[in-house]
């Protein structure tokens, strides 16, 4: 079992910078790859970016040059830093983990989630 604790969300205006955390516990960190996901109300659970356990990254084109995701293997922790935040970026956004090498971007493809951290970005 791995264990994702997200922190970091919070209100911000457009164009204003967040910095999300994932804290995993149970596993050996290393051995997972993470991804970023959020969800709008009344929409469905959509990728943001993933990072693999070699360090591979991939982003959603939405996210594209405004969000970093990065994974410090000391600390158990992958991040997400959120630049030129817009009103659309809006969510509750998830951390995940899974088992294997490869990059993935679909929500099926990872067994572990985190309760979720709240992001409003205002106008």
């Known amino acids: 079992q791995v264990q994702l604790v997200e922190s970091g969300g919070g209100l911000v205006q457009a164009g204003g910078s967040l910095r999300l955390s994932c804290a995993a516990s149970g596993r050996t960190f290393s051995n997972y790859g993470m991804g970023w996901f959020r969800q709008a109300p009344g929409k469905e659970r959509e990728f943001v970016a993933a990072?693999?356990?070699?360090?591979?990254?991939y982003y959603a084109d939405s996210v594209k040059g405004r969000f970093t995701i990065s994974r410090d293997n000391a600390k158990n922790t992958v991040y997400l830093q959120m630049n030129s935040l817009k009103p659309e970026d809006t969510s509750v956004y998830y951390c995940?983990?899974?088992?294997?090498?490869?990059?993935?971007?679909?929500?099926?493809?990872?067994?572990?989630w985190g309760q979720g951290t709240q992001v409003t970005v205002s106008s």
């Open positions: 990072i693999s356990w070699i360090g591979s990254i």
């Open positions: 995940a983990a899974r088992r294997g090498a490869a990059i993935a971007w679909r929500t099926y493809e990872y067994n572990y």
